[in-house]
């Protein structure tokens, strides 16, 4: 069946520019997480929705950074004036509703910038 | 910050069983532990989580020590597929369900 798909695969960005990265997660799955993945490092947590609410942005690193899930399906995450710290891998993941339910990832968005 | 502790590497020759051990002695009652492993350019992959008993699925068995300070992943006949990063995580059975991923347990299949 269909996993959490992620696009594009490689995003290479000049310093400055804008970049879109877009996940579509399972269907019918309520929660939508963002991580970030610098590398020879763990994911960490970017930013968190339920449906279209956004309910913690917490690990989104700058005001640069910005997600939105507007329709509770697809989900955007949108980096303004991207910096090379910025490089990363960008990963999606999705749940059912609930605590105690397993996450499916997506295979990730890889940022340069250059 | 990662609320658990795991070896930087580990290797395991190919067919036998990988023990891969977690220290989470901070862990508290309502907290699940959760083990996913991430293989090269992939995202992370669900194997397994359990509270207090012991789980077992087609992919592992978790064994979870009865202060539930610790815990271990068997994988019983590892395969070259098996090398990955694997990480051990704490989550809340409740609230924001956010996965906290520490630096994980680099494990290497020997042919």
């Known amino acids: 069946g269909a996993g959490v798909s992620q696009s594009p695969r490689y995003k290479v960005a000049k310093r400055g520019q804008d970049v879109a990265l877009r996940c579509d997660p399972i269907s019918g799955h309520v929660s939508l997480f963002w991580y970030q993945q610098a590398l020879g490092q763990g994911p960490e947590f970017l930013t968190y929705f339920q449906n279209e609410a956004q309910l913690d942005k917490s690990g989104l690193p700058s005001d640069r950074f910005f997600a939105e899930r507007p329709e509770g399906s697809v989900s955007t995450l949108k980096i303004q004036r991207t910096q090379q710290e910025d490089s990363a891998v960008y990963l999606c993941?999705?749940?059912?509703?609930?605590?105690?339910?397993?996450?499916?990832f997506g295979q990730g968005t890889r940022l340069t910038v250059v | 910050d990662a609320k658990t502790t795991q070896p930087p590497s580990m290797d395991c020759a190919e067919g036998r069983a990988a023990n891969l051990p977690c220290n989470h002695s901070?862990?508290?009652?309502?907290?699940?532990v959760y083990w996913y492993r991430q293989i090269h350019s992939q995202g992370p992959q669900y194997i397994i989580h359990?509270?207090?008993n012991n789980e077992t699925n087609e992919m592992a068995s978790l064994i979870i020590t009865e202060d539930r300070k610790s815990s271990t992943l068997i994988l019983p006949h590892a395969t070259l597929r098996d090398t990955a990063v694997y990480y051990c995580i704490v989550r809340p059975n409740f609230g924001n369900e956010k996965l906290t991923f520490g630096t994980g347990t680099r494990l290497t299949i020997i042919p």
């Open positions: 359990g509270l207090k």
């Open positions: 993941a999705s749940s059912l509703a609930g605590p105690n339910t397993e996450a499916f």
């Open positions: 901070t862990i508290s009652g309502n907290e699940y």
